[in-house]
């Protein structure tokens, strides 16, 4: 297992390529990019709680391999200053099935989106704003 | 006693600073920010919406009603939106 946080950009290609899926027959990967609603977005800066997020994310990453059998997994989420099109986060999981491996990426992302101490802030030409969470990403914990 | 207090996002941006170190004598977490709304208008503006706001204890999500306990840290932030 892999937990990473970090301001740095990262080739999600190139992590896949290091992932051992541990015997595993399934890999499911997911990367989360900086999408521009409006079409004015500038950037999109990434704030967290450094004491905080390695740990959250990692006991999320043991509950999913816990739940769902999964021989690996592998979660990597950005921080500081990103611009449209640029990969935010990651998540990849190995099992020995299919179904495993997507409820426990699918799982991991509930928990990433509403969970884990992040915080999106949009710049624009006209300001900026902080994302609000969804309440839809919010129900969706309650469905695990 | 003492306990150092973090904000993050609009929480943060509302009250003008990410830390503070604070004497408290509160019981639980929505004691504590009832001692803090009483600092100043900042504070009133940061924890107006109380349904808006999440807190940890030494890390770890809890909610308002936890009490603080030997908590050394207290953190108080929008909901979150990772991912």
């Known amino acids: 297992m892999r937990i990473a946080v970090q301001d740095t950009a990262f080739d999600p290609s190139v992590e896949l390529a290091g992932f051992d899926a541990c015997g595993g027959g399934a890999v499911v990967t997911f990367n989360g990019v900086v999408r521009d609603d409006t079409g004015d977005l500038q950037a999109m800066e990434i704030e967290h709680y450094p004491a905080m997020t390695e740990a959250a994310l990692r006991d999320f990453a043991d509950q999913a391999v816990a739940r769902f059998n999964l021989t690996n997994a592998l979660v990597i989420h950005r921080y500081g200053t990103l611009k449209p099109g640029e990969v935010i986060m990651m998540v990849a999981t190995a099992a020995k099935h299919r179904k495993q491996a997507f409820q426990g990426a699918d799982f991991l992302m509930d928990y990433l989106k509403s969970r884990a101490p992040f915080w999106k802030k949009e710049i624009t030409a006209s300001g900026a704003d902080w994302v609000a969470a969804r309440g839809v990403d919010e129900d969706a914990l309650k469905g695990w | ?83």
């Open chain 2, 1 to 83: 006693m003492q306990v150092n207090v973090l904000y993050f996002a609009w929480v943060r941006e509302r009250i003008g600073h990410g830390s503070e170190t604070v004497e408290t004598s509160a019981a639980t977490v929505a004691d504590l920010m009832a001692e803090l709304v009483a600092k100043g208008p900042e504070y009133e503006a940061a924890f107006a919406d109380k349904s808006a706001l999440r807190a940890a204890l030494d890390q770890t999500l809890v909610d308002m009603d936890a009490p603080l306990g030997s908590a050394r840290e207290v953190a108080f932030f929008p909901p979150m939106t990772g991912g």
